[in-house]
């Protein structure tokens, strides 16, 4: 049995949410693996750099990225807590991810409310995983707030 799978890395994107949470920032939590390798983890940071761009996919694309020296992911999985939002699926896009795996839906703002085509042709997708884990803790920071 191969521990390194879908439900490993998406603790470890939870493990990030957690740490948006702590911060008081949206718990979104995501990361990039590359050969059963983690080679970027990130969370939501649009509070704390005052940039609606910060999300955690975009925090794990620049560092990814920059840690293979190449801008494109083809090769690599994007492990992300929440469906990710217009923008990521758009940034996604051009890195050529190679898989995005999301833990719960997001039928609000998530990509798949507009178009199922936004990512690149040969972006695979799957979700959910961690369903439950990963929305609890959204449900857990919006109830707090109001």
Not at 82 to 93: N, R, V, Y
Request: charged share 25%; with cysteine; net charge neutral.
């Amino acid at each position: 049995m191969n521990v390194f799978n879908d439900e490993y890395f998406m603790k470890r994107a939870l493990d990030e949410a957690y740490a948006a949470y702590e911060k008081d920032e949206v718990p979104v939590g995501a990361v990039i693996v590359h050969k059963e390798k983690i080679i970027a983890r990130g969370h939501n940071l649009s509070e704390k750099l005052i940039d609606f761009t910060a999300h955690a996919e975009m925090q794990v694309f620049t560092s990814a990225s920059n840690y293979l020296q190449n801008k494109y992911l083809n090769e690599c999985k994007l492990y992300v807590t929440l469906e990710p939002c217009i923008m990521c699926a758009g940034a996604a896009f051009w890195t050529r991810i190679g898989e995005i795996i999301y833990g719960t839906a997001d039928l609000k703002r998530g990509f798949r409310t507009v178009s199922n085509n936004l990512l690149h042709p040969s972006t695979k997708l799957k979700g959910p995983v961690l369903e439950n884990e990963c929305s609890q803790i959204l449900k857990s920071f919006f109830s707090a707030k109001r």
